[in-house]
């Protein structure tokens, strides 16, 4: 069985290309892209004067219907910035699912950093956080307290935001209904407090949902949107928001070190990003859902030597797969073959997709890692 990608390695020389399902932050940039790069107006944006930075923070801001936007390196860095601006006050408290990414995966650097207390609230399957648990998990009403017709608790920090992601990226990479979003914009409204969305892949949840970026987080205070994982860039992330929190938030990225020079070397294929590659998302979903197909349709007979099942439910561009043999001993027999993938725990494989990855792609890969299973 050949690997898949084609025989490029035997005409060329270089070996054959990897399809790499590990993340779509391992795409390169376009041709497009680096046409971009090569020709990007730039200035310093230190100074608040590279003309492609501030036209990408200008744009994202439109796109997603905010006052402001802010050109950052990172998502992680994106999602500290924002936080830092809205816990003005040392010893703050934001609410997070116990399942998000900046529980899990950003170093504690919304405590370590910036001081600020998390209190994790138990996600559901679908990426959520029930409601009633987050009206208990709010332990003041920042509203009321201030005009003092209820007095703060001396034991409690103060509550002032709620985190949500979306997709979600370890339920599952659903997508939070507009109606939801909604409903917790409304219960942080009455309780005097902001709410913060990782949106590292807001632009799945769009597309998946067949609603405007600008509609889905209309109840959200602040979004970071990242430009380098489905969407192909090769570095950065935006913030949007109001555009008094979005000068707290450079304040917050200069004292990260965040704040580049000519970063407009970077804002250019952002830019593309941003506009051009939503479309694709499309294919990347179907390309995931072809794949969980086929694992299904295919993988039945299996189940004894491996293959324990798949989420229930693939609506953008990851596919996770339960095994009941160790996950990485099948990812190093799959990246004998050609393919890269992640393991998402001992028993879970991850497979992400992206515009690198071809409709053709999918089958070889299927037959790869069943053909792993049987012979294991």
């Known amino acids: 069985m050949a690997p898949p990608g084609g025989d490029a390695g035997a005409r060329g020389g270089a070996p054959p290309r990897a399809v790499d399902f590990r993340s779509d932050t391992v795409t390169r940039p376009t041709v497009e892209m680096r046409r971009a790069m090569a020709e990007a107006a730039v200035g310093d944006d230190v100074w608040g004067d590279d003309p492609t930075v501030l036209q990408l923070q200008r744009e994202a801001a439109e796109v997603f219907g905010k006052e402001a936007g802010l050109f950052v390196p990172s998502g992680t860095m994106g999602n500290l910035c924002s936080l830092m601006a809205h816990c003005h006050t040392r010893g703050s408290e934001i609410i997070v699912g116990s399942e998000s990414h900046i529980c899990h995966y950003e170093q504690g650097g919304c405590s370590s950093i910036a001081g600020i207390h998390s209190r994790q609230v138990p996600n559901e399957p679908d990426g959520t956080i029930p409601l009633p648990a987050l009206e208990r998990a709010v332990r003041t009403n920042r509203a009321s307290c201030e005009d003092h017709s209820h007095p703060l608790d001396d034991h409690f920090p103060v509550t002032r935001v709620i985190c949500l992601e979306n997709t979600h990226n370890r339920c599952g990479a659903h997508a939070l209904p507009v109606e939801y979003l909604d409903a917790v914009g409304s219960l942080a409204r009455e309780r005097g407090v902001k709410v913060h969305l990782d949106g590292a892949r807001v632009m799945n949840a769009a597309v998946a949902l067949g609603v405007s970026p600008k509609r889905l987080v209309q109840a959200c205070d602040s979004v970071s949107v990242c430009l380098s994982k489905g969407l192909g860039a090769p570095a950065g992330s935006v913030v949007v928001g109001e555009a008094s929190f979005i000068t707290k938030a450079r304040r917050a990225r200069k004292a990260l070190g965040g704040s580049m020079r000519q970063s407009g070397v970077l804002a250019a294929p952002g830019l593309l990003a941003l506009h051009k590659m939503p479309e694709k998302l499309v294919q990347d979903h179907k390309n995931a859902r072809l794949l969980a197909e086929m694992l ?29 043999v160790p996950a990485n001993a099948v990812i190093s027999e799959l990246e004998k073959r050609g393919v890269l993938a992640a393991a998402e725990d001992d028993f879970t494989i991850r497979f992400v997709l992206h515009h690198e990855i071809s409709q053709g792609d999918i089958e070889p890969v299927v037959e790869h890692f069943l053909d792993i299973l049987e012979n294991l």
């Open 296 to 324: 299904l349709e295919r993988g039945e007979k299996h189940v004894k030597s491996g293959l324990l099942g798949l989420q229930k439910e693939v609506s953008t561009n990851m596919v996770y797969v339960r095994l009941s």
